[in-house]
């Protein structure tokens, strides 16, 4: 199955608050308050595809068959 040295718990994709501020600032040029950091948290899931998809479509992107 390849060659497997990551542990399984490695994470492969994150966003911060330092990302949500950055973007905030940007788009409505302001920090969000903690109240409004908790609502968008709770909303990122909306906006991606299903984590399956996400996945697959990435693999699709860099595994040569």
Do not use: C
Request: glycine share 4%.
């Amino acid at each position: 199955m390849g060659n497997n040295t990551l542990n399984n718990q490695y994470i492969l994709y994150s966003i911060n608050v330092e990302d949500a501020q950055a973007v905030a600032n940007e788009i409505i040029d302001r920090d969000l308050t903690d109240s409004e950091i908790k609502k968008v948290e709770a909303r990122l899931g909306d906006y991606l595809p299903n984590w399956f998809d996400l996945l697959e479509m990435a693999i699709d992107d860099v595994v040569e068959e």
